[in-house]
């Protein structure tokens, strides 16, 4: 009986659990090697307009 109990405050501590968001940052015409040393933790910049193959390599 207390198995139960026990799983069943552990499955609702993890509905309960608000997920992380992530902030984009502006890159504003810096390069992006700048915004990127400035960046903080769950910051990100998103610049799809770098790459107009859509191709890493």
Do not use: H
């Amino acid at each position: 009986m207390r198995f139960f109990r026990t799983a069943a405050i552990a499955v609702a501590a993890s509905c309960l659990a608000l997920p992380a968001s992530a902030q984009q940052v502006a890159r504003q015409d810096r390069p992006i090697l700048e915004v990127a040393a400035q960046l903080k933790n769950g910051e990100y910049v998103w610049a799809p307009e770098l790459s107009p193959s859509g191709a890493c390599c």
